[in-house]
């Protein structure tokens, strides 16, 4: 690692430069490149001799001289699976899954939105698992939109996911985290926020430092956390089907009864349960470091999805054993309730594994959301040091860094649940867009090989889907935020035109310097050119 020395040496270097103005720069980068150089031709002819975190160990020496610097493909079949689980499976089943039972206003009616929605996460899956098998490139949508509509529709999608969706997620599941973990100090009152923010804060800067360190680590810690939170959903099924067997079924008789729903409210049940099966295209996100990739993803959705589907309705089934829905409805934590009513003296078992679930999703979405930023630097969308990898690690480090220091800025505001509800509708904008795509290239990419084909109806099925839940929330609640979410997406385009399109000399002397000032202060190296 650079000493605090050579770190002051550097900045001096630079701050001294800016100062000189213009006519400094040349100076400056002439002595950066050169210093750029040096410094990676000393690492890697530390890695030679085995040492400098290799430790002289001639087994990892071996490892390392074999691998070129690219991301690896360390991904196996079994973590594909717990990376969609993991992810699907975060806080909002345990915590608030009323959404669905509100909207719908029917216990029958809830459980069939609930399934219904893990049938569409299935069948957007299989478009994707297409898309994925015939464009074998990380970053999921980006990928995809690039190929079929061009560089400016998946120039918004990265915009839009990069700098708010992907990071804002990351910071509700962590914030659900530190509510869950700081309550037990806190028995007689509702832990301060500033305490769950701080630990919100620091569990993200543990989780990218995992994601930063090693790949094969993160993905240990998403499996071990995953089985954590079946443990918790083996439990919970497990009480409501003992219930179920004793006869506790007031609550499911007359099960739809219920008000009229309106196109709207079936639209916004729709919203509540598929928010909770968000995580269903994770695995397009990694396709690169996926093993064997046109075997395991297909593998991977079809089992990991149908599984959750399954734990969701169980779930729900087993909550109605316990509650009435008014009880639900009103219940704060709902798998709290259930335990404190079914598991008592053992009650601390659910907020416990709770925590451990939040981790593992948030996790997960890291992991996933630092590789589409990766993408996203490599193809030019964004600042080019985001498509840098670690020389020793070969992890994406300044694309994770990146996506943590958004999330954590997103944990300061007071009410983030708000943008994220109003942003969901452009999530499903550019999930329609996805799936059209693939239509799209049926007809203009015909040369392309198909491993894997889906029926051209499911494609059009999920975008006539995608269009209802676009349009049904906005119909029925013409909220001016929408507008808001709308103009922000449009306003890419104004950062499109110069920055990508154009590519404005300025802007490329201005970042030149401090790209090679980060590469040097975090040791990153582009990626090589391989097959």
């Known amino acids: 690692m650079m000493t605090v020395w050579s770190l002051y040496r550097y900045t001096n270097t630079w701050v001294c430069s800016w100062m000189k103005g213009w006519t400094g720069w040349p ?10 150089e040096e410094t990676f031709k000393e690492k890697r002819m530390e890695c030679q001799n085995g040492s400098a975190g290799l430790n002289g160990d001639p087994t990892m020496m071996d490892k390392r001289l074999g691998k070129a610097t690219v991301l690896q493909k360390e991904v196996g079949l079994l973590s594909a699976i717990c990376l969609i689980v993991g992810t699907m499976i975060g806080s909002g089943i345990f915590i608030s899954p009323k959404g669905v039972l509100l909207n719908s206003g029917a216990v029958g009616s809830c459980l069939l939105i609930w399934t219904a929605c893990g049938v569409l996460a299935m069948l957007g899956a299989l478009c994707y698992t297409e898309l994925g098998t015939m464009i074998p490139n990380s ?69 990218v430092t995992i994601n930063c360190f090693s790949v094969k680590l993160a993905n240990y810690v998403q499996n071990i956390f995953t089985a954590a939170k079946l443990f918790l959903i083996v439990i919970i099924v497990g009480a409501g089907i003992v219930f179920l067997v004793e006869g506790k079924t007031e609550n499911l008789s007359n099960a739809f009864d219920a008000k009229s729903m309106s196109v709207g409210g079936i639209g916004l049940a729709f919203y509540s349960g598929l928010w909770a099966y968000d995580g ?26 149908p599984f959750v589907t399954m734990c969701y309705v169980m779930v729900n089934l087993a909550y109605f054993t316990v509650m009435t829905p008014n009880e639900l409805l009103m219940s704060p934590a709902v798998a709290l309730t259930f335990g404190d009513r079914v598991l008592y003296p053992m009650s601390w078992i659910v907020p416990l594994f709770v925590v451990f679930s ?24 964004m600042v ?91 119909i029925d609640n013409p909220a001016i935020e929408f507008l808001y979410c709308a103009i922000f997406i449009l306003s890419g385009l104004l950062l499109y035109y110069p920055f990508v399109y154009l590519k404005v000399e300025w802007a490329c002397r201005l970042m030149r310097p401090i790209t090679i000032y980060l590469q040097l202060l975090m040791e990153v190296v582009p990626p090589e050119k391989c097959e």
């Open 139 to 207: 970053g999921g949508e980006h990928s995809y939109l690039m190929e079929a509509f061009g560089s400016p529709v998946a120039y918004l999608y990265s915009w839009t996911s990069v700098m708010v969706s992907k990071p804002s997620g990351v910071a509700i599941i962590t914030l659900s985290f530190a509510e869950y973990a700081s309550t037990p100090f806190y028995p007689e009152c509702s832990p301060p926020v500033i305490v769950t923010k701080c630990l919100a804060a620091a569990a993200i800067v543990f989780i």
């Open 384 to 474: 080019e040091i985001l498509s840098f990898i670690s020389l020793r690690r070969l992890t994406p480090s300044p694309a994770l860094m990146f996506n943590g220091f958004l999330a954590i800025l997103y944990i300061i505001p007071a009410d983030i649940n708000t943008l994220i509800n109003y942003f969901s509708f452009a999530q499903w904008l550019f999930y329609g867009l996805t799936i059209l795509s693939l239509i799209v290239m049926r007809f203009t990419r015909k040369e392309l090989k198909r491993p894997v084909k889906v029926p051209i109806i499911i494609a059009v099925l999920m975008v006539l889907i995608s269009c209802f839940l676009v349009l049904a929330p906005i």
């Open 27 to 36: 100076t400056l980068i002439l002595w950066a490149e050169n210093k750029v």
């Open 280 to 305: 269903w295209n994770q695995v397009n996100f990694i396709t690169e470091e996926l093993k064997n990739p046109f075997r395991n993803m297909p593998l991977a959705i079809l089992i990991g999805i």
């Open 358 to 381: 939040t981790f593992g999703a948030a996790n997960g979405t890291c992991f996933t959301s630092g590789r589409l930023a990766y993408v996203c630097g490599r193809e030019g969308h």
